[in-house]
């Protein structure tokens, strides 16, 4: 999936999005969130979208937002004025490194181009015994799963990835963690992952 046709996809999504997503995802964005310190803290939601997760994070965490999408940030800048929102790339981020105690990745590995890149930023700039939490789709290793695999070829130019193997992306990142890793919906092809930080990222 290029970034054009990422723009022009959730273009289109952005005034239905909340429509179709909410529902769906409001208790597992909740219940992912949860895992926010109740204690001061600086958060990353990295593919905020149209800002579903900002009714779920505490009142204690300093978070920023940011996503690819214009259309997108103008939904979530009208759910919350004063958040602080940046248009940026995943693949590409301009923050520090190891300056987010947490980083709130949902629904956006499966989306943007190259998954990878994405996840090797996210932890880049995660503090080390920072955590990050994740909500995507993902398939298990040698996990048949026909008709994804099969749809991935038509949804993946699109607006999503539909074959992605979370242990694959893992595989690549030695100093990230698995804490915690639950099925969440659609026979757990759907999953809440909490990952920890235990050390500083390799540098590329």
């Given at each position: 999936m290029s970034r054009q046709s990422l723009q022009r996809a959730y273009a289109l999504w952005a005034p239905i999005y909340n429509s179709a997503v909410r529902g769906f995802s409001a208790p597992l964005r909740q219940r992912s969130l949860s895992g926010i310190p109740s204690a001061p803290?600086?958060?990353?939601?990295?593919g905020i979208g149209t800002g579903l997760d900002i009714p779920y994070l505490p009142d204690t965490c300093a978070a920023v937002g940011i996503d690819f999408t214009h259309?997108?940030?103008?939904?979530?800048?009208?759910?919350?004025?004063?958040?602080?929102?940046?248009?940026?790339?995943?693949?590409?981020?301009?923050?520090?490194?190891?300056?987010f105690d947490m980083v709130v990745m949902h629904l956006i590995l499966a989306v943007v181009p190259h998954a990878g890149l994405a996840f090797a930023e996210a932890s880049r700039v995660l503090k080390p015994g920072g955590r990050i939490l994740l909500l995507d789709k993902f398939l298990r290793p040698g996990e048949r799963a026909?008709?994804?695999?099969?749809?991935?070829?038509?949804?993946?130019?699109?607006?999503?990835?539909?074959?992605?193997?979370?242990?694959?992306?893992?595989?690549?990142?030695?100093?990230?963690?698995?804490?915690?890793?639950?099925?969440?919906?659609?026979?757990?092809?759907?999953?809440?992952?909490?990952?920890?930080?235990?050390?500083?990222?390799?540098?590329?």
């Open positions: 803290c600086r958060v990353l939601i990295d259309a997108m940030l103008r939904h979530a800048q009208s759910l919350s004025p004063h958040f602080p929102l940046i248009q940026a790339d995943a693949e590409a981020l301009s923050f520090p490194d190891n300056c026909f008709w994804r695999r099969l749809l991935a070829p038509l949804f993946g130019p699109i607006a999503t990835h539909t074959d992605l193997v979370f242990e694959d992306l893992l595989a690549q990142r030695p100093e990230l963690q698995i804490v915690s890793d639950l099925p969440a919906a659609v026979g757990g092809w759907f999953r809440l992952i909490t990952l920890e930080k235990t050390r500083v990222a390799p540098t590329p």
